[in-house]
């Protein structure tokens, strides 16, 4: 089992950025699939971006795709969600989770264990 703790979320002005941080318990960490997701008021869960357990490679949701890095550090046990040029259209409550199957995936009911979210709020 692992748990989860997101931090790094904040107000910021549209086309600032910011740095998310999720920091996994336990000495398995490698072993999991990361990935990051967001959920706005009155939507639904989406995704934003997932990483591979080496971190070799990353996919990204297309709404994210060139202003997102997703990156893991396994040895701090550390997933990170560095976003910039943020759009008002970003706000939401950003989840990290980890994945311990196989493949990356897109698809939020495929992982397996989520933190408790961390509010991201970007201001026109």
């Known amino acids: 089992q692992v748990q989860l703790v997101e931090s790094g979320g904040g107000l910021v002005q549209a086309g600032g950025s910011l740095r998310l941080s999720c920091a996994a318990s336990?000495?398995?960490?490698?072993?999991?699939?990361m990935g990051w997701f967001r959920q706005a008021p009155g939507k639904e869960r989406e995704f934003v971006a997932v990483?591979?357990?080496?971190?070799?490679?990353?996919l990204y949701a297309e709404s994210v795709k060139g202003r997102f890095t997703i990156s893991r550090d396994n040895a701090k046990n550390t997933v990170y969600l560095q976003m910039n040029s943020l759009k008002p259209e970003d706000t939401a409550v950003y989840y990290c989770?980890?994945?311990?199957?196989?493949?990356?995936?897109?698809?939020?009911?495929?992982?397996?264990?989520w933190g408790q979210g961390t509010q991201v709020t970007v201001s026109s």
């Open positions: 989770a980890a994945d311990a199957g196989r493949g990356l995936s897109t698809t939020p009911n495929r992982f397996d264990y």
């Open positions: 990483i591979s357990r080496t971190g070799g490679v990353t």
């Open positions: 336990g000495r398995t960490f490698s072993s999991y699939i």
